[in-house]
């Protein structure tokens, strides 16, 4: 497996954990596309920011095979990241929609 791979299967995972979140709770859905939007974001965004603790794909991979608790790691900060993206941007948008 190569850093790519991982890294797209962590924006895979986030788009599930948002669109999970979003049939879970119907509050926080936004449609089929918008939630897959903001899991790509919210995913992306969590690596980016929590990846620096060592769970990121470079790290994954730095032993020369995969490294499966790190990898783990990663899969769940990413299904996380998905759900808190689709929550931060219906939070926006309902605070964009609301006229004054």
Do not use: Q
Not at 28 to 56: E, Q, R
């Amino acid at each position: 497996m190569t850093d790519t791979l991982i890294a797209i299967i962590s924006i895979f995972v986030g788009i599930i954990g948002a669109n999970v979140y979003g049939t879970i709770k119907k509050k926080y859905t936004m449609g089929f596309t918008a939630n897959t939007i903001a899991g790509i974001f919210g995913s992306i965004f969590f690596i980016k920011i929590f990846g620096k603790l060592g769970f990121d794909p470079i790290s994954i991979m730095e032993s020369g095979g995969v490294n499966v608790v790190l990898f783990a790691i990663n899969m769940a900060v990413s299904l996380l990241g998905g759900a808190i993206g689709l929550i931060a941007v219906k939070i926006i948008r309902n605070r964009l929609e609301k006229k004054p």
